[in-house]
């Protein structure tokens, strides 16, 4: 199959985006998945090693410094609530049978809290 244009769609290289000569469309915009074939009738498989092989693939990263350090942020933040979501039974049981909490959750509950930036989504 014809391919043009080839551009991975994220840094995990897990798809690409293209466009492809259909029989009776032309050229046409096509998103190829690296294993997954969602009931197209283009093997997809073969079109994205076909790619790959062509070396003509670029790369997704046309992402600023401060965006890469935007989407860092936001990974670590999701990471760090991730944590305190984790601990909140620690807490819950604090409050209902007066057990103490132990020291290695409240400071990671600490650190998690003082480290992210981000604001809650609504």
Wanted: glycine share 4%; net charge negative.
């Amino acid at each position: 199959m014809e391919f043009k244009n080839p551009k991975y769609t994220n840094r995990h290289h897990t798809a690409i985006e293209c466009e492809i000569n259909h029989e009776d469309l032309g050229w046409v915009p096509f998103v190829c998945p690296k294993d997954q074939d969602h009931g197209t009738p283009v093997n997809t498989e073969a079109l994205f090693i076909a790619m790959v092989a062509s070396g003509n693939v670029e790369n997704e990263d046309t992402q600023t410094e401060q965006e890469l350090a935007d989407i860092a942020q936001v990974e670590m933040d999701a990471a760090n609530r991730q944590t305190l979501i984790e601990t909140d039974w620690y807490i819950i049981r604090h409050y209902e049978t007066g057990d103490v909490v132990p020291e290695n959750i409240t400071l990671s509950r600490a650190a998690a809290r003082s480290a992210i930036v981000g604001t809650l989504p609504e």
